[in-house]
């Protein structure tokens, strides 16, 4: 069984026993979350697709360690003014375990 749902603004395929790394959930390590923002469901040839989610289907997950993601470099350059500006960033992310995926 798989489900495509969206968290962070951003949407995933998901399988049961699957960890994918998602935008940052302050939750704490351990705990589980369920993500009731399904947008299909499926089963091997067999699919739902929902209009914009699926009625009473749910992910439900457990919640792993925090972790950053890779640094950015930012750099902005204006010609022939001296204008230069360098940051960074790192995203932090929560890696996820799918347990279940519940579909209606």
Same mark, same amino acid.
């Given at each position: 069984?798989?489900?495509?749902?969206?968290?962070?603004?951003?949407?995933?395929? &998901?399988? @049961? $026993?699957?960890?994918?790394? =998602?935008?940052?959930?302050?939750?704490?390590?351990?705990?589980? +979350?369920?993500?009731?923002?399904?947008?299909? &469901?499926? @089963? $091997?040839?067999?699919?739902? =697709?929902?209009?914009?989610?699926?009625?009473?289907?749910?992910? +439900?997950?457990?919640?792993?360690?925090?972790?950053?993601? @890779?640094?950015?470099?930012?750099?902005?350059?204006?010609?022939?003014?001296?204008?230069?500006?360098?940051?960074?960033?790192?995203?932090?992310?929560?890696?996820?375990?799918?347990?279940?995926?519940?579909?209606?």
């Amino acid at each position: 069984m798989y489900a495509v749902i969206r968290t962070g603004g951003k949407q995933y395929t &998901v399988r @049961e $026993g699957q960890w994918l790394d =998602v935008e940052q959930l302050h939750q704490e390590p351990g705990s589980t +979350v369920e993500i009731a923002e399904v947008l299909m &469901v499926g @089963e $091997g040839s067999a699919m739902k =697709v929902g209009a914009p989610y699926v009625d009473g289907a749910r992910v +439900v997950c457990e919640v792993g360690d925090l972790i950053k993601g @890779e640094k950015l470099i930012i750099f902005k350059y204006k010609n022939k003014t001296r204008y230069r500006r360098k940051t960074g960033h790192r995203q932090k992310y929560t890696r996820l375990t799918v347990k279940q995926i519940v579909g209606a």
